[in-house]
């Protein structure tokens, strides 16, 4: 029986690494949020050029969401099991919209979960001056930059089930995620 994941949380939390660990541990596949960033850019260059890489981004989300979603669904027509990497904050923040993700999943007799890597705030500013991405550079440009960011993005807990993990803890001794699912 196929399965899908998703793992959530803050930038610069850790999910994409959590979630290889575990797609090694389960044999899922990983479908990234930020593994076709670059073919948006290229596609949208010179509107990210005129508005900024934050403005951009926004623009683009709903999009980039939907090519992830159907990248994974796609494996699950082939009976894979799948982890989707991406902050959702939307999606973890209302049980409506929550509820509209995981319909599409029920479509194919799948029930979707929640792993929510929780991070300090500053463990996130740390990690993202040390990733140096250029989606980052607006973020942390300043510390007020970085302040406004935190602020206008919700990182609150979700309000759907889930179980977390902590991304300032090694990721190897959190991998029993499924047996976690077990307890909600």
Known sequence: MSRALIVAGAPASGKTIYATALSQKLDYLVFDLDDQLSDFIEKGRTRLDEVGMEKFLAEIRDARYRDLVERGMHALTEGKSVILVAPFSKETSSIEIWGELSGAFLEFGVQLKLIWVRISREK?????????????QEKVSSEAAF????????????????????GDLPFESQLDVLSRFAML
């Not at 996130?124 to 980052?136: F, N």
């Not at 935190?150 to 977390?164: C, I, L």
């Open 147 to 166: 302040d406004e960011y935190m602020q206008s993005t919700n990182f609150q807990f979700p309000v759907v089930p889930y179980v977390e993990v902590r």
């Open 124 to 136: 996130i500013r740390e990690r993202m001056l040390a990733r140096a991405e250029i989606r980052d």
